[in-house]
T-cell receptor
Framework: GAVVSQHPSWVICKSGTSVKIECRSLDFQATTMFWYRQFPKQSLMLMATSNEGSKATYEQGVEKDKFLINHASLTLSTLTVTSAHPEDSSFYICSASEASGSYEQFFGPGTRLTVL | AQKVTQAQTEISVVEKEDVTLDCVYETRDTTYYLFWYKQPPSGELVFLIR??????QNEISGRYSWNFQKSTSSFNFTITASQVVDSAVYFCALSSNSGYALNFGKGTSLLVTP
């Protein structure tokens, strides 16, 4: 099946710094990528939908100036958490939807962010 | 609006027992997709099944089986002869269409003890 990678798999940063998380579709082109956030012992919540070459669409309650999303190519989307704070500590998971065929979604392995 | 309800927060069974995880959904769409994912402690989501709204056939894959009933808006998941390795959080999810964002239930944490 199709593979989606995320980098880094985990990151620890100081409060106030910015962190970039990459999501790549390795063997297919993805017109659409999704970013989810999962707090401990909770469900996955959609943060934003990212379409290649256009601005991301953010879910209600997600600050677009804090969570910058760039989908510059059909295989790469990045999520930058700006001025991170301890409450941003979470598990961030991306998924990518194929540009053709079944439009099936494939999930990345996730990135665990800890803000000190 | 879409909604997925997994009423069972935690389930604990002894190895070799059968266990059913419930999933009830709400949607106004006539076309939709239902999913089950397994999330082990590592965190990575493991895809188990996708079912579209037009296919009500039950599915069996090894020890796993799924019962889709549109009449009750349910998509239940049964593990037969459970094993310790089945211990994980299981999520049921719904999307309006293939390739659309998924709306996840709150998950059911399954613990299988020897």
């Amino acid at each position: 099946g199709a593979v989606v990678s995320q980098h880094p798999s985990w990151v620890i940063c100081k409060s106030g710094t910015s962190v970039k998380i990459e999501c790549r579709s390795l063997d297919f082109q993805a017109t659409t990528m999704f970013w989810y956030r999962q707090f401990p012992k909770q469900s996955l919540m959609l943060m934003a939908t990212s379409n290649e070459g256009s601005k991301a669409t953010y879910e209600q309650g997600v600050e677009k100036d804090k969570f910058l999303i760039n989908h510059a190519s059909l295989t790469l989307s990045t999520l930058t958490v700006t001025s991170a704070h301890p409450e941003d500590s979470s598990f961030y998971i991306c998924s990518a939807s194929e540009a053709s065929g079944s439009y099936e979604q494939f999930f990345g392995p996730g990135t665990r962010l800890t803000v000190l | 609006a879409q909604k997925v309800t997994q009423a069972q927060t935690e389930i604990s069974v002894v190895e070799k027992e059968d266990v059913t995880l419930d999933c009830v959904y709400e949607t106004r769409d006539t076309t939709y997709y239902l999913f089950w994912y397994k999330q082990p402690p590592s965190g990575e989501l493991v895809f188990l099944i996708r079912r579209n709204s037009f296919d009500e056939q039950n599915e069996i894959s090894g020890r796993y089986s799924w019962n889709f009933q549109k009449s009750t808006s349910s998509f239940n998941f049964t593990i037969t002869a459970s094993q310790v390795v089945d211990s994980a959080v299981y999520f049921c999810a719904l999307s309006s269409n293939s390739g659309y964002a998924l709306n996840f239930g709150k998950g059911t944490s399954l613990l299988v003890t020897p």
